[in-house]
């Protein structure tokens, strides 16, 4: 099981094949991701505690426990926890690569060139 740490908090992968990708992703309060896009995966976000600020495209949003959302491959997003508590999120990658250099970053708030 993969496990990654990060400045905004941590991922575990869940289940990965060669179309999909199941992660658990949890976000620190008050911190968020960089603003990215993928061209070769989609996205959906199903938030299981706290609650998730989200930007997707031109839209920006709440999400809280057992909602979700689906980005579209080459959308501009941006997941953040607005709350106290941890933000816990199942995150279902599909596509055709599903590495982590398919981020493009866009703003980062911790300086970083890959995630």
């Known amino acids: 099981?993969?496990?990654?740490?990060r400045p905004w908090g941590t991922y575990t992968?869940?289940?990965?094949?060669?179309?999909y990708k199941i992660k658990r992703i949890e976000v620190h309060p008050g911190q968020r991701l960089s603003l990215q896009m993928h061209h070769h995966r989609c996205e959906h976000w199903i938030v299981v505690s706290g609650?998730?600020?989200?930007?997707?495209?031109?839209r920006?949003?709440?999400?809280?426990?057992n909602e979700s959302t689906f980005i579209p491959?080459?959308?501009?997003?941006?997941?953040?926890?607005?709350?106290?508590?941890p933000l816990c999120i199942i995150e279902v990658q599909s596509g055709e690569y599903l590495g982590e250099d398919d981020i493009i970053r866009f703003q980062d708030d911790y300086n970083r060139d890959d995630e």
């Open 73 to 85: 491959m080459g959308t501009l997003h941006r997941l953040a926890n607005p709350g106290r508590i």
């Open 60 to 65: 920006e949003f709440i999400l809280n426990v």
């Open 13 to 19: 992968v869940l289940e990965e094949n060669k179309s």
């Open 51 to 58: 609650t998730a600020e989200v930007l997707s495209g031109d």
């Open 1 to 5: 099981m993969e496990i990654g740490e």
